[in-house]
C-alpha cells in the first residue's frame, strides 16, 4: 500500500490556459473524491466517483472543470482556461465502499495561476 | 445541508500542557464525525473517528473526543502536549447515511506548541 499519489505536486500556470492533475489511489479503494484547499480554509469538496461512475459534483465545480476516472483507477482533474482564482491546493482522498468510512487523501497539487 | 465551526483559528500552548480544540457541527441528518491532522508540509491525515457505539474515541498518539449529540460537538482533547503534535487540526462531518460520504471540514486549528 503506497497511499494516494498526485501528481503534479505544483504547478504554476497563466491565466487562461489549461491545466491536467492526476490522481492514483489506492488500489483497492473504488470511492475517489476531490477536494479543494484554499488559504485559511479547509477542504471543500468538488466532486465524487464510486469506480467509473461520477456521482456527484459541487456547485463549486464550475463548467471549467471536469473530471474523468476511466476504468474505475487513477482519476484526473482539468481545468480549462484558468483564472486567479483557482489558485488554490487540490486534494483527492479515496475509501473502500463500505465500512470504515476513512478517507485518505494524498499530498494534494498546489496551482497557482499567475 | 451540514457545517462544521472550528471556534479556534489558533491555539498556543506550552509543552506538556493539556489543550482542547473545539468543534461545533450542523447537520439535519445522522453524522460521523472526524478530525484531520496536517503536518507542516504534509498532507491529512486521519487522527480519529466516531461512526457509532461509544461516545469517546482516542487516537494511538493521546488524543481523544467525545462526540456530544445534544450539544453537537466533537472537542478534541490531549492531557500533555509534545512539541511534535504542532499541526493544523481540522474536525470534519459526513452524513451516516446514503452513499456519499463527502467530507464537511471546519476552517482549522492552528496548534502551536511551545517549548
Known amino acids: 500500500d503506497t497511499g494516494v499519489s498526485q501528481n503534479p505536486r505544483h504547478k504554476i500556470t497563466k491565466r487562461g490556459q489549461n491545466v491536467t492533475f492526476r490522481c492514483d489511489p489506492i488500489?483497492?479503494?473504488?470511492?475517489l473524491y476531490w477536494y479543494r484547499q484554499t488559504l485559511g480554509q479547509g477542504p471543500e469538496f468538488l466532486t465524487y466517483?464510486?469506480?467509473?461512475?461520477?456521482?456527484?459534483k459541487s456547485r463549486l465545480l464550475s463548467d471549467r472543470f471536469s473530471a474523468e476516472r476511466p476504468k474505475g483507477s487513477f482519476s484526473t482533474l482539468e481545468i480549462q482556461r484558468t483564472e486567479q482564482g483557482d489558485s488554490a491546493m487540490y486534494l483527492c482522498?479515496?475509501?473502500?465502499?463500505?465500512?470504515?468510512?476513512?478517507?485518505?487523501f494524498g499530498p494534494g497539487t498546489r496551482l497557482t495561476v499567475t | 445541508a451540514q457545517s462544521v465551526t472550528q471556534l479556534d483559528s489558533q491555539v498556543p500552548v506550552f509543552e506538556e500542557a493539556p489543550v482542547e480544540l473545539r468543534c461545533n457541527y450542523s447537520?439535519?441528518?445522522?453524522?460521523?464525525l472526524f478530525w484531520y491532522v496536517q503536518y507542516p508540509n504534509q498532507g491529512l491525515q486521519l487522527l480519529l473517528k466516531?461512526?457509532?457505539?461509544?461516545?469517546l474515541v482516542e487516537s494511538i498518539n493521546g488524543f481523544e473526543a467525545e462526540f456530544n449529540k445534544s450539544q453537537t460537538s466533537f472537542h478534541l482533547r490531549k492531557p500533555s502536549v509534545h512539541i511534535s503534535d504542532t499541526a493544523e487540526y481540522f474536525c470534519?462531518?459526513?452524513?451516516?447515511?446514503?452513499?456519499?460520504?463527502?467530507?464537511?471540514f471546519g476552517k482549522g486549528t492552528l496548534l502551536t506548541v511551545n517549548p
Open positions: 466517483f464510486q469506480n467509473e461512475a461520477q456521482l456527484e
Open positions: 488500489s483497492e479503494h473504488n470511492r
Open positions: 470534519a462531518v459526513s452524513n451516516s447515511g446514503g452513499s456519499n460520504y463527502k467530507l464537511t
Open positions: 447537520s439535519s441528518v445522522s453524522v460521523y
Open positions: 482522498a479515496s475509501s473502500l465502499t463500505s465500512g470504515r468510512h476513512e478517507q485518505y
Open positions: 466516531y461512526l457509532s457505539g461509544s461516545t
